[in-house]
T-cell receptor, first 115, second 112 residues
């Protein structure tokens, strides 16, 4: 089955620690995205990547970092510089190219809690 | 900048009632519009979309019409079921990078 997997489902972190969230897709999609969801709010874009070895900041990139070394993988690191990291993190992907209206598919999410 | 505004929830309905969730947007030009649904503890699933003015998106009994005159994309369903209980997000496509701008989400609770 094709799809997007995120791991772990739940993650607990102590203050001052960096933590990396995994996102893998086998849909052969070119573009990948990271969103953050807070209670009662919509999703906000953290980072996105349209091709391997290239990525851009979204609206709330401060305190986060990403890499895109393989087409299938787009890990997100939440650094100690992120002041309020407790949230639900969603990864998405789509076929890039000339038609940006192509559907974005979402993974099941990772819930990060800072203790 | 681009933005999406949804009606506040929660919306509580009895089974078989008519559903409307309002969504309006602010954007340059005529962006593609989407409705996503999120079931508890899960990611988002695309429910329907419309890519140009006057288009109607539909899926699983849900419909939404792209109204450029009122910059709206209201979600409707004629008869809701308990299984429709979820959070619904309206979104627009901003620019040509695939970036989605989301509304704050509306929680729907359907009671038997």
């Amino acid at each position: 089955d094709g799809g997007i997997t995120q791991s772990p489902k739940y993650l607990f972190r102590k203050e001052g620690q960096n933590v990396t969230l995994s996102c893998e897709q086998n849909l052969n999609h070119d573009a990948m995205y990271w969103y953050r969801q807070d209670p009662g709010q919509g999703l906000r874009l953290i980072y996105y990547s349209q091709i391997v070895n290239d990525f851009q900041k979204g609206d709330i990139a401060e305190g986060y970092s990403v890499s895109r070394e393989k087409k299938e993988s787009f890990p997100l690191t939440v650094t100690s510089a992120q002041k309020n990291p407790t949230a639900f993190y969603l990864c998405a992907s789509r076929i890039a190219g000339a038609n940006p209206t192509d559907t974005q598919y979402f993974g099941p999410g990772t819930r990060l809690t800072v203790l | 900048g681009d933005s999406v505004t949804q009606m506040e929830g929660p919306v509580t309905l009895s089974e078989e009632a008519f559903l409307t969730i309002n969504c309006t947007y602010t954007a340059t030009g005529y962006p593609s519009l989407f409705w996503y649904v999120q079931y508890p503890g899960e990611g988002l699933q695309l429910l329907l979309k419309a890519t140009k003015a006057d288009d109607k998106g539909s899926n699983k009994g849900f419909e939404a019409t792209y109204r450029k005159e009122t910059t709206s994309f209201h979600l409707e369903k004629g008869s809701v079921q308990v299984s429709d209980s979820a959070v619904y997000f309206c979104a627009l496509l901003s620019g040509n990078t695939g970036k989605l701008i989301f509304g704050q989400g509306t929680t729907l609770q359907v009671k038997p």
